[in-house]
């Protein structure tokens, strides 16, 4: 029995930072970010967005047919709005989902989403009438002027996780490494991540190292058996660093056509930026949309990596209905509608947030944008519309 991603959909705010832009305000070359970072915009997120809101965006495409066969709903993300209820309880109501399923959260970084996938495909092995929804959601904040500021980003990734899956088969070979280490982490009372910027890269390479070379050891499976290789992009430049590594393995023809689809991959993530859980899914999206050349029974490979740290390699395989799932024009009708901030407004807008604090909010209106809102924060307790 095959099962995997059924459906997939993609949400991110509606308004977006030019990157060059930022790059002159702050005195640094274009390039540096363009070029060197690999990114060209930026979501930004107002408070009145945040994993609730993107979340059940993402997913708005359930018939009510899956509604009704759902038996978990399981958000990855590390950008959660409450240290107890999860974020997922927010979503089911917001998308009216049946009450009969389990509805819970999940934290490990950048790879809670994959976390998640995972859980959800054993539940449908388990489970096979029943169907799964995986949301990984996250806003990525490193504070103004900082040195990660140009890695930021906002917006979440729905996959619909079922037996027999019209879009992608994941396959049952995955190999995951854990260690604990400090390359990246968020103390619980702030919402601006600390990062060990040259250190996070060095164990992002090493955890794809080992996890690739045990994979390959284990299946038996070499670089030219994918059609493509997918990678956490919390910039577009680091999954390229780890592609590197390995295009050795190949002769010249193949390493091309590994580097167009790593750029087809890396479409939606160079206008959206970092989505943290979702930045793995955003390019594996990215890839199946902006390929027109892809065919059913490719192999791709998968790599997951949350500092912390938890790597995994896995590979999954596009379905023979995979065009009639994907929905490529409204998603460029979604980033082109977007309206750009200037530097003095992004810069406005990212210090309004939800306080760390028991007072009351309320989100500036000026910025009610998408399918659902963030309204208020009233008596601690947060307060949500469809729009």
């Given at each position: 029995?095959?099962?995997?991603?059924?459906?997939?959909?993609?949400?991110?705010?509606?308004?977006?930072?030019?990157?060059?832009?930022?790059?002159?305000?702050?005195?640094?070359?274009?390039?540096?970010?363009?070029?060197?970072?690999?990114?060209?915009?930026?979501?930004?997120?107002?408070?009145?967005?945040?994993?609730?809101?993107?979340?059940?965006?993402?997913?708005?495409?359930?018939?009510?047919?899956?509604?009704?066969?759902?038996?978990?709903?399981?958000?990855?993300?590390?950008?959660?709005?409450?240290?107890?209820?999860?974020?997922?309880?927010?979503?089911?109501?917001?998308?009216?989902?049946?009450?009969?399923?389990?509805?819970?959260?999940?934290?490990?970084?950048?790879?809670?989403?994959?976390?998640?996938?995972?859980?959800?495909?054993?539940?449908?092995a388990a489970h096979p009438t029943k169907k799964a929804l995986v949301i990984a959601a996250d806003?990525?904040?490193?504070?103004?002027?900082?040195?990660?500021?140009?890695?930021?980003?906002?917006?979440?990734?729905?996959?619909?996780?079922?037996?027999?899956?019209?879009?992608?088969?994941?396959?049952?070979?995955?190999?995951?490494?854990?260690?604990?280490?400090?390359?990246?982490?968020?103390?619980?009372?702030?919402?601006?991540?600390?990062?060990?910027?040259?250190?996070?890269?060095?164990?992002?390479?090493?955890?794809?190292?080992?996890?690739?070379?045990?994979?390959?050891?284990?299946?038996?499976?070499?670089?030219?058996d994918f059609e493509a290789l997918c990678f956490h992009l919390p910039y577009t430049k680091m999954?390229?660093?780890?592609?590197?590594?390995?295009?050795?393995?190949?002769?010249?023809?193949?390493?091309?056509?590994?580097?167009?689809?790593?750029?087809?991959?890396?479409?939606y993530s160079r206008r959206i930026g970092n989505i943290y859980t979702g930045s793995l899914y955003?390019?594996?999206?990215?890839?199946?949309?902006?390929?027109?050349?892809?065919?059913?029974?490719?192999?791709?490979?998968?790599?997951?990596?949350?500092?912390?740290?938890?790597?995994?390699?896995?590979?999954?395989?596009?379905?023979?209905?995979?065009?009639?799932?994907?929905?490529?024009?409204?998603?460029?009708?979604?980033?082109?509608?977007?309206?750009?901030?200037?530097?003095?407004?992004?810069?406005?807008?990212?210090?309004?947030?939800?306080?760390?604090?028991?007072?009351?909010?309320?989100?500036?209106?000026?910025?009610?944008?998408?399918?659902?809102?963030?309204?208020?924060?009233?008596?601690?307790?947060?307060?949500?519309?469809?729009?």
């Amino acid at each position: 029995m095959k099962i995997g991603i059924d459906q997939i959909g993609l949400a991110t705010p509606a308004f977006y930072l030019d990157l060059v832009e930022l790059a002159k305000a702050r005195g640094d070359d274009p390039d540096k970010y363009t070029i060197g970072i690999g990114q060209d915009e930026q979501a930004v997120a107002p408070s009145s967005q945040d994993v609730v809101t993107l979340g059940a965006s993402a997913a708005d495409f359930l018939s009510q047919a899956d509604r009704d066969e759902l038996g978990l709903i399981v958000v990855g993300t590390e950008t959660g709005v409450d240290a107890s209820k999860a974020s997922a309880l927010y979503i089911h109501a917001l998308l009216g989902l049946n009450p009969w399923c389990r509805a819970i959260e999940i934290k490990e970084a950048c790879y809670g989403g994959t976390a998640a996938l995972m859980m959800a495909r054993d539940y449908v092995a388990a489970h096979p009438t029943k169907k799964a929804l995986v949301i990984a959601a996250d806003i990525a904040r490193y504070g103004l002027n900082s040195g990660g500021e140009v890695t930021q980003g906002a917006g979440a990734i729905a996959m619909l996780i079922t037996a027999q899956p019209r879009l992608l088969a994941i396959h049952d070979d995955a190999v995951v490494k854990s260690g604990s280490i400090m390359d990246f982490w968020r103390p619980v009372y702030t919402d601006l991540a600390i990062a060990k910027g040259k250190y996070s890269t060095e164990q992002y390479l090493a955890f794809f190292q080992a996890t690739w070379q045990r994979y390959s050891a284990e299946t038996g499976h070499g670089v030219g058996d994918f059609e493509a290789l997918c990678f956490h992009l919390p910039y577009t430049k680091m999954g390229l660093k780890a592609l590197k590594t390995v295009l050795p393995e190949v002769d010249e023809p193949k390493q091309a056509a590994l580097m167009a689809n790593f750029e087809a991959s890396c479409r939606y993530s160079r206008r959206i930026g970092n989505i943290y859980t979702g930045s793995l899914y955003l390019g594996l999206l990215s890839l199946l949309e902006s390929n027109p050349h892809l065919q059913a029974g490719a192999l791709i490979g998968l790599f997951s990596y949350g500092s912390g740290a938890v790597g995994e390699f896995f590979s999954a395989e596009v379905q023979p209905e995979f065009n009639e799932q994907l929905h490529p024009a409204a998603h460029q009708q979604r980033l082109t509608s977007r309206r750009r901030l200037s530097v003095a407004e992004y810069e406005a807008v990212f210090a309004d947030k939800v306080p760390y604090a028991a007072a009351d909010y309320h989100a500036d209106p000026a910025y009610f944008a998408g399918s659902f809102v963030l309204t208020d924060v009233i008596g601690q307790q947060r307060q949500y519309r469809r729009l």
